[in-house]
């Protein structure tokens, strides 16, 4: 993970929005970036490629980041609400500066709550034991192709295509 290429594609209001968090949370900066290559090294053994596309692959992927950043965080501050209140503005600010298309960016932040709810539900858990409620979750994934569907599946991760 190049965090400079990374940074050269963001705007500079997502820049400034990016210091301005870092800045209140610093301490769980370390652990989000660990998090980060955590979530990706296990989707890319898990399911390949295919957690870069809109499939259910995908959707593990954003629901499995939020657990594991709230997760890590854990180690900085006994505070859920701290937590969460951090990894939802850290991911929300992810989804804003990195555009995608509409439908796409509102699965991205349903999966991502998805993940926060379930690290809330299962925090005394093992990281190997809420991995395969996750891969669970991921077969029962459900397709969506409007917005509207969101509301009826609020327990339930979404993806927008099936796999290849």
Known sequence: MNVIAIIKRIDLASFWMLL?????????????????????QVSTQHFGT?????TPANAFRHAYWNY??????????????????????ITDWHENA????????????????????VFLNNSKQST???????LEMTKDSIKISK?????KNINNLVHITDYQ
């Open 20 to 40: 301005r968090l870092c800045i209140k949370h610093p301490l769980f900066l370390w652990p989000t970036f660990k998090a980060t290559k955590v979530c990706l």
């Open 50 to 54: 295919a957690h870069y596309q809109n």
């Open 68 to 89: 594991l950043i709230a997760r890590k965080c854990t180690k900085w501050s006994e505070s859920n609400k701290k937590i969460m209140n951090w990894t939802s503005a």
């Open 98 to 117: 990195f555009k995608n298309r509409p439908l796409a960016r509102l699965m991205d932040l349903h999966n991502n709550k998805i993940g926060r709810t």
């Open 128 to 134: 190997e034991k809420v991995l395969l409620i996750f």
């Open 147 to 151: 917005e509207e569907e969101l509301p």
